[in-house]
């Protein structure tokens, strides 16, 4: 006699196609097209700032910077989607993201340009966490603050991303078995762009989905095309509901891809088929969205136009503060330390400031 | 004109090879269009343009490979133009690869690094690389405790020439007090190699004795001593007594010099004579009531003797009132004739430099002078055993025509007396 | 005989170990097609199959923990951790099981395995691809530490610690990569561990250092020669068990001691050279040993690394203190 232990299902969401041609049932965030053109509006002005950080690293203005390009759907319906009293738990490439919570462009700039000074978040919520390197890592912080929001009784969400080669960490799986044991308010998203680095999802996991690996943690799981933003925006709506309800996390998995080289260091054309490339190309989320609301009566090219003249001049503004930042103090690696500097530091930063060729301009 | 050189690309290569120009001499171009690609020996890098205008003059062409920061190009903006560009390096062709192993991938122009930048250079490093694992026997240098070292250094001692005593030639600190006590062992100075510089000299070349030449007349305080010390000489019998003051049990916060002048005070009380004028002539003698004490002061223009008037009705905070008030018109050098005029007895307290006793000199027509060395400890016999206690050595000269050693002793005993209370 | 740089010569050792021994495999990230984030692997999956060098999934526990397994059952794993600062989450399976399965079984089981990874700043690189964290590593028992700092030591002391029957941590210094070829004949000639090299003979201070701080002890020593100065420099190479004898003797010999680390101050391996020194050479010293190291920080962002590594200047300056005692 065959009995089944369990059964699992990962529903699929989509509402634009590629072409951004609507579904027959669209959405309630489909309803508000003046949201819908903000965060359209928001996608491009990522895409002008990822294009021009690009090219601030490829003049040597620049230190290594991780592009998102391709995944401004994501990123942007996670940030627009999220209240400020959430808290946001970045990986290092959700500007979009990060973006919508008041992040400068300039801060990320000043974090890719070696300068802690980036993560002050000035105008962002103090509760979002920095970009974090370490991979995966950040599933943990992100359950820990739901675990404190759920204590006070608090109706706010932690937020976090990770790719899809993260999702083999260990840490990823212990956030979510956590997360589902406690049943935490908080959205796991899953940014799947196919690629770590020069490991294609192939030889990362033999899963049908990484939506599934919720399963594995007594969470709920479910897929969306990442590049539709109407999909990835009511995703993210149901999810941040689900959350605050006291219903429990959501591990929401966005299918995109990563049209950009993992880093500026990296050449992707080592290990990637340009056939491909160009096929996600055509599939890339500005296209559909502008598409959409162009047919819509809602966007046209005289607005396209001034959009880009609008977000070349702010990114341009950015770049300005950026270059205007110069070096930071050199006693500044000292003062952050602790509350209360111990005495060895005290004598230590001491040292260092006598011996310390620190002038303007930065030089080594 | 603006020239842009070509930046570092942020892999820390030294040069990279242009694959193709997307612009020509002429192109009016914007700021961020595409210039040209260039292979980065891992990655072909499209390179934006970072200036809006025409492109007036290209530098180097399809193939070559451009040394990073070098010029790539000449923009024609309007600007006036810029100093002349970096002299441009010869353009090279490509590196073969490597042999052996490594032929098989062309890794000779591939960097490799996914984030950050990495110098890369060609440079052969040229090292020698020594394994030197055998015990050495020992290398004959000095060893002792760092303790010992200091100790020694601050003696003079040369350790290298010493025997250690101690264990594996460990040298002690009492080797290093047998070397100190023993002729010759203060050694010359060491260099840091620890070569001795010698200690014994060559022996001087002869020189002539002085011949006799021009002599500089006397000026000045030091003019008037030969007077006065002239008179002393012809005139008074002086006869000098030595002793001193246990100060041993004195209360801390003690004035010295008011002690000193009280103890005067006390002795002139005892034995009044010595507070008094002696004409030798008349064999009359004239005693006074009022201590006026001379005190001798070595000053950089001579020996000058300010007098602090009526010290006997003045106590310890009042004397040194008016004792801070002769210092300072000491070093002001505005001491008067007036203040120096008829004193009844002096005091010279001459130790701070040197000196014990002394003989100081009577000066007519008093005749009494109390001298008073440096305070010094003393091992002193106390009840069968011994302490040591703060002293200070007192001479009292007298002039001998008038005054008795009797006298002489009872005014010492009372200036000690009054000098060894606590306060 | 060929021109190599410091990375090259990785790839060389692990090549030739692998053509002449057959449980000799590599796994990491990225470490297959794309020949390692440093190309350190390059080339070595074309020529050794994908059975032998291995993409492994993002996952350094694992990478550590899957090598303890296979090395136990008789393969000879060359782990790499792609960079400095994700090596950390390794430190579990290392301690815990690599450094202690022979001790723990009595001879019956052990670990041949190496853990690559590349060490130390200096490449302008983002946060946590510039750490020195060899003490932790250092500091704990079963567990050899080899740093290299030339290419031709590099691919010998490679070679040794593949063919070492216990395990290895092997941290290459990132900023000497590529920084300049050296001739290295690809022989197989494995170099000693546990034995320092000595890079410079001398007469009147000793210098210890390890890893990139070779460069700036040499640079040192070289502009101090010309004030009548004379450094012996000498390369720990294995830091973890250090080669006493050498140091000693060398102290002995100048009766000075000045230790360069790029890795923070506290607790590093220059504590325990300061401690080996001060027990077993006290009596040479004619000046209190000085060490040259980073500050108790976390190494800063890139604008500030070459404030936070010790220079040449601050090495100069830590020789001539230790001259004046």
Known sequence: MNNLAAKFEIPYFQFLDPDGKPAKAMPRIAGDVAELVRMYETMSFVRVFDTKAIALQRTGQLGTYASCLGHEAVHVAIGAAMRR???????YREYGAQFMRGVHPHEVLLFWGGDERGNCFKDAPAHDFAWCVPIATQFHHAAGAATAFKYRKQPRCAVTVIGDG?????????????????????VFVVCNNKWAISVPLSAQTSCETLAQKAIGGG???????????????DAMDRALERGRQGQGATLIEAMTYRLSDHTTADDARRYRDSAEVEDAKGKEPLIRIRNYLTAIGAWDAKREEKLLADCAARVDAEVAIYKAAGKPPVESMFDHMFANLPEKLVRQREECLEGSTHHQGGSH | MK??????????????????????EGDVVKVDQPLLSVETAKAVVDVPSPYAGRIAKLHWKDGDIVPTHSALCDFDDGSPSAAAAAPKPEARQPAKPAATFIKEVPIAEDSGT????????????????IIRKRVVKGTGRPKAAPAVRAYAKSLGVDLSRLTGTGKNDLITRADVDRAASSPGAIAGTKDRRGEARPAVAKPSAPVAPIAFGEMTPLKGPRRAMHASMTKARSEVMGCTIFDDADIHYWAAGNDITGRIVRSIVAGVKAEPGFNAWYDGEKLARQLHERVDLAMAVDTPDGLIVPVLRDVGHKDLAQLRADLNVIKHKTHGRSVSPDDMRNPTITLSNFGMMAGRYATPVVVPPTVAIIGTGGIRHDVVPVLGGVEVHKRIPLSLTFDHRCQTGGEACRFLAAMIKDLQKAT | MAKVALVEAITMAMAYEMAHDDSVVVLGEDVGKNGGVFRATLGLQERFGAERVIDTPLAEALIAGVSIGMAAMGLKPVAEIQFSGFIYPCVDEIINHAGRLRSRTRGRISVPMVLRAPSGGGIHAPEHHSES????????????????????????????AIRDPDPVVFLEPTRLYRLNKQEVTDDGQALPLDTCFVLREGTDVTLVTWGAMVVESLAAAALLEEDGVSVEVIDLATVSPIDEQTVLESVEKTGRCVIVQEAPISGGVGSEVAALVAEKA????????????????PMPLFKLEHDYMPSTARVVGGIKQALEG
């Not at chain 1, 969470?219 to 925006?233: K, L, P, S, W």
């Not at chain 3, 030339?150 to 070679?159: D, K, N």
């Not at chain 3, 006290?282 to 920080?297: C, F, N, Q």
């Open chain 1, 85 to 91: 009293e959430d808290a946001f738990f970045p990986m």
């Open chain 1, 219 to 233: 969470i709920r799981g479910e897929q969306v095309d990442g590049n539709d933003i109407v999909a990835m925006r």
């Open chain 1, 166 to 186: 993260g999702t083999s960490q260990g840490d990823f799986y212990e956030s979510l078995n956590c997360a589902g044991a406690w049943q935490l308010p908080v």
């Open chain 3, 133 to 160: 964290n060899e003490a932790l590593f250092a500091h704990m028992p079963g567990i050899r530490v080899v740093m290299p700092s030339s290419p031709a030591r590099a691919y010998g002391l490679l070679l040794a």
């Open chain 2, 3 to 24: 020239t842009f050189n070509l930046p570092d690309l942020g892999e820390g290569l030294q040069e990279a090879e242009i694959v193709s120009w997307h612009v020509k």
């Open chain 3, 282 to 297: 006290l009596y040479s010293l004619e000046a209190p040993i000085v060490r040259v190291a980073g500050w108790d920080t």
């Open chain 2, 114 to 129: 996914v984030v950050g930048k990495m110098a890369t250079s060609s440079a052969l490093v040229e090292e020698t690389a």
